[in-house]
């Protein structure tokens, strides 16, 4: 049975089925609450829940998301049905940090994550079609990296405790998004009384989803950024396909719903500062292919027991912090009396855009090792 | 002869660019050694959608992949 489950899920149907699944769960998670063209953005979910514990205090993104819990865990007990759990680390965690930092700066300029640009597009948002761009530049940079030998090293077998951290860590906050205990008079936990945070579905059908899109992802390797990856490295379509499926899904969901509203200005939580919007995935795009994967998979990743990828999602969450508290993070355009008012950047987020791509460029062309010599017996 | 790849302990898609440059070096057969399910699942797709063949063998927690004409 489980031979049989396993043959399915890494089949190209088994990756289809995923992305539809993503593609008809996200725009109804948006019909049941969460807020528009965003019913599952990993990035700025880990950015509400870093805004809950107050690590940044802008006051329209605070929610712990209980999609993120879901996805640890979903990843977590579908490793463990099929014996995949493994704890393992040590495999350059500092730069990881720093990557997905950077990863998550790049993000907020855009204001969302490759999914969030998938179902962004999918929605009728034309400025996605700029991010996506921008996202495919960043992975082509980043394949050129890896083809001259970039690597992060080799990570290692270790404790048990190591891999079940991320998983244990994501408990709590579901404890703490169940009880809401309030730490000092003002907060945290915080939770947004308006804006984007505000809007959320409810807590139980949020970590259902979850829990179900964390459990089939963990099994079809699901990954944006290995898709986009995988055809320019090797013109291979296998991840590709389950984007594709994502995309399709949920336009066609998004149409059923009436969710789909064509143009670029005045797009919900989203600016048209087209530069931004590209250069902004072109940032993530380089640090998720330096890191080996999109936020989502990281986090699944993080729920089999990978410490790495673990340190990844942490630094995902300090730099939406440090984007919310240094105003790194895109305004989105506003109606002020009928007429659009274009947002985007900040100068020191367009300042740390063009860092961030200096500093993953560094770190791409100083990590490589010659090609290994192939041992012959 | 066999060329040995040891891709253990390494990332996607590292282990499949390490084992396509072996099969392109041409020694045969190219044995890959990973130690996850995603390289074992991702190094046999690539091998096989080349033409090759792959005969897998589990050894504790890691993979022998025997790729081969």
């Given at each position: 049975?489980?031979?049989?489950?396993n043959?399915?899920t890494?089949?190209?149907w088994?990756?289809?089925?995923a992305?539809?699944?993503?593609?008809?769960?996200a725009?109804?998670l948006?019909?049941?609450?969460?807020?528009?063209?965003?019913?599952?953005?990993?990035?700025c979910?880990?950015?509400?829940?870093a805004?809950?514990l107050?690590?940044?205090?802008?006051a329209?993104?605070q929610?712990?998301r209980p999609e993120?819990?879901g996805f640890v865990?979903?990843?977590?007990?579908?490793?463990?049905?099929?014996r995949?759990?493994?704890?393992?680390?040590?495999?350059a965690p500092i730069?990881?940090?720093v990557l997905?930092a950077?990863?998550m700066i790049?993000?907020?300029?855009?204001?969302?994550?490759?999914?969030?640009?998938?179902?962004?597009l999918?929605?009728?948002?034309?400025?996605?079609?700029l991010?996506?761009a921008g996202l495919?530049?960043?992975?082509a940079i980043?394949v050129g990296?890896?083809?001259a030998g970039?690597?992060?090293?080799?990570?290692?077998r270790?404790?048990?405790?190591v891999?079940?951290?991320?998983?244990l860590?994501?408990l709590?906050l579901l404890?703490?998004?169940?009880?809401?205990?309030q730490?000092t008079?003002d907060?945290?936990i915080?939770f947004s009384?308006?804006?984007?945070?505000s809007l959320?579905a409810?807590l139980?059908?949020?970590?259902?989803?979850?829990?179900?899109?964390?459990f089939?992802?963990?099994?079809?390797?699901f990954?944006?950024?290995?898709?986009?990856?995988?055809?320019i490295?090797?013109?291979?379509?296998?991840?590709a396909s389950?984007v594709?499926?994502?995309?399709?899904?949920?336009?066609v969901?998004n149409l059923?719903?009436g969710?789909v509203h064509?143009g670029?200005?005045g797009?919900?939580?989203?600016?048209?500062s087209?530069?931004?919007n590209?250069?902004g995935?072109?940032?993530?795009?380089?640090?998720?292919?330096?890191?080996?994967?999109?936020?989502?998979?990281?986090?699944f990743l993080?729920g089999?027991?990978d410490?790495?990828?673990?340190?990844?999602v942490?630094g995902?969450?300090?730099?939406a912090?440090?984007?919310?508290?240094?105003?790194?993070?895109?305004?989105?355009?506003?109606?002020v009396?009928?007429?659009?008012?274009v947002g985007?950047l900040?100068s020191?987020?367009m300042v740390a855009?063009?860092?961030?791509l200096?500093?993953c460029s560094?770190?791409?062309?100083?990590?490589?090792?010659a090609?290994?010599?192939?041992?012959?017996? | 002869?066999?060329?040995?790849v040891?891709?253990r302990?390494?990332?996607c898609?590292?282990?499949v660019i390490?084992?396509?440059r072996?099969?392109?070096a041409g020694?045969?057969?190219v044995v890959?050694?990973?130690d996850?399910?995603?390289?074992?699942e991702?190094?046999?797709?690539?091998a096989?959608?080349a033409?090759f063949?792959?005969?897998?063998?589990?050894e504790?927690?890691?993979f022998?992949?025997?790729v081969?004409?």
């Open positions: 049975m489980l031979g049989r489950l043959r399915l890494a089949s190209r088994g990756i289809i089925l992305g539809a699944l993503i593609g008809v769960l725009p109804l948006q019909r049941a609450g969460n807020p528009p063209n965003m019913g599952i953005c990993v990035a979910f880990e950015r509400d829940t805004g809950a107050g690590l940044h205090r802008a329209t993104v929610y712990i993120i819990i865990l979903g990843a977590l007990v579908a490793a463990l049905i099929f995949e759990f493994k704890a393992r680390a040590g495999s730069v990881r940090f997905g950077f990863a790049g993000a907020l300029a855009f204001l969302g994550c490759p999914w969030r640009a998938l179902l962004r999918a929605g009728g948002d034309l400025n996605a079609i991010g996506l495919a530049a960043g992975i980043g990296f890896l083809k970039y690597t992060l090293g080799r990570a290692q270790t404790y048990a405790a891999g079940w951290t991320m998983p860590l994501m709590g404890l703490l998004v169940i009880f809401r205990p730490f008079k907060g945290p915080f009384q308006s804006g984007p945070g959320h409810p139980v059908i949020s970590l259902a989803v979850g829990l179900a899109i964390g089939v992802a963990q099994r079809t390797r990954c944006t950024m290995g898709a986009v990856r995988d055809v490295l090797m013109g291979d379509t296998h991840l389950g594709g499926a994502l995309v399709a899904v949920a336009f969901t059923a719903l969710q064509w670029f200005a797009q919900p939580v989203a600016h048209s087209s530069l931004w590209f250069l995935m072109a940032l993530a795009g380089l640090a998720f292919a330096l890191a080996g994967g999109c936020p989502g998979r990281q986090l993080s089999e027991g410490g790495d990828a673990a340190i990844f942490l995902m969450i300090t730099g912090a440090f984007a919310h508290n240094f105003n790194l993070a895109a305004s989105p355009d506003k109606v009396n009928g007429a659009v008012q985007g900040s020191a987020g855009v063009v860092a961030g200096v500093v560094l770190i791409g062309l100083t990590m490589r090792q090609p290994a010599k192939v041992e012959v017996q | 002869m066999a060329a040995i040891d891709a302990g390494l990332s898609p590292q282990p390490l084992a396509r072996a099969l392109e020694d045969m057969p890959v050694l990973v996850t399910a995603t390289a074992r991702n190094v046999t797709r690539m096989r959608k033409g063949q792959v005969q897998v063998q589990a504790g927690e890691e022998r992949l025997t081969s004409k």
